[in-house]
Nanobody, 118 residues
Framework: QVQLVESGGGSAQAGQSLTLSCAASGFTYSYYCMGWFRQGPGKEREEVAR???????TYVDSVKGRFTISRDNAKNTLYLQMNSLKAEDTAMYYC????????????WGQGTQVTVSS
């Protein structure tokens, strides 16, 4: 079955960096579109970034220039490099996967918490 396991969350000071990882199994990872989502306290879940099977990326405006999504198809792993962290980046971060032809992400990890203090 599809399994997505996030790691790398934690606490950081504003301006610092964190890298999230998502280990994927149970599907042909290289063929899937992958995404990072987050849900902050009292906020709705939002898509942070996504990467398709060809490595093309998109980002929400609030993280452009600070976050980088990448994938290693040999390791079945998705990454989110987060630089210049801000207090408003505090959230639970989720990895998600979908066949690229689908509009929605049906597969989700359990999440990893990122807390940024100013």
């Amino acid at each position: 079955q599809v399994q997505l396991v996030e790691s790398g969350g934690g606490s950081a000071q504003a301006g610092q960096s964190l890298t999230l990882s998502c280990a994927a199994s149970g599907f042909t990872y290289s063929y899937y579109c992958m995404g990072w989502f987050r849900q902050g306290p009292g906020k709705e879940r939002e898509e942070v970034a996504r990467i398709d099977s060809l490595g093309r990326t998109t980002y929400v405006d609030s993280v452009k220039g600070r976050f980088t999504i990448s994938r290693d198809n040999a390791k079945n792993t998705l990454y989110l490099q987060m630089n210049s962290l801000k207090a408003e980046d505090t959230a639970m971060y989720y990895c998600a996967a979908k066949p690229c032809a689908m509009s929605r992400f049906p597969y989700w990890g359990q999440g990893t918490q990122v807390t940024v203090s100013s």
